[in-house]
């Protein structure tokens, strides 16, 4: 596949993804892993063929209309997403993102999500829950107790600069203490 093909897929996988994630979903699409598995590369999509990428494999399934995107995790067919290929129009991105980005409880802004993909390994924080997950399978999981620890996550396994503001550590606080570790 073309380079320039191969990119524009990718693309066109990524704006499925995104905006099918509100639809309902089949018992058996239904996401099973609570780990992150962004795809690192583009897929062809066609069903039924497994298709390797820097992590783990991938592979759609055909199911109604539809498709679920699988990733093989520890030896097993895991379902992510569900998507059909139905036109999506800009309003739904519009009010769908304007929701998760406003909405008083929503986890975007209540919380802290972020993930990384690197060589060998993914990262993944969601809130005071920090996890390393290794191409072997193995996952290393902790829980952050204290906002240096979680500025440092964020710096550095995330790679991500933080402002220098004065409400950030007292945000993270209240972060921080809305999720126990137990």
Do not use: C
Request: glycine share 4%.
């Amino acid at each position: 596949m073309a380079t320039a093909s191969a990119a524009k897929l990718q693309a066109i996988v990524a704006t499925l993804v995104v905006s099918t994630r509100a639809k309902a979903m089949s018992a058996s699409a239904a996401p099973r892993t609570k780990a992150s598995f962004t795809l690192t590369a583009p897929l062809e999509l066609a069903a039924g063929i497994e298709q390797a990428t820097p992590h783990e494999p991938h592979r759609f399934v055909a199911e109604g209309e539809g498709f679920v995107l699988q990733a093989r995790i520890a030896g097993e067919w895991q379902a992510l997403y569900a998507f059909d290929l139905h036109e999506q129009v800009q309003a739904d991105y519009e009010v769908s993102n304007w929701y998760l980005a406003n909405f008083p409880q929503s986890q975007f802004v209540t919380g802290i999500i972020a993930a990384r993909a690197d060589v060998g390994e993914r990262h993944a924080l969601r809130n005071t829950r920090y996890a390393i997950h290794h191409a072997s399978g193995e996952t290393e999981r902790r829980f952050l107790g204290t906002v240096a620890e979680v500025k440092a996550v964020l710096r550095e396994a995330m790679r991500i600069p933080l402002p220098e503001h004065p409400d950030l550590d007292a945000r993270i606080q209240s972060m921080i203490a809305a999720n126990p570790s137990s």
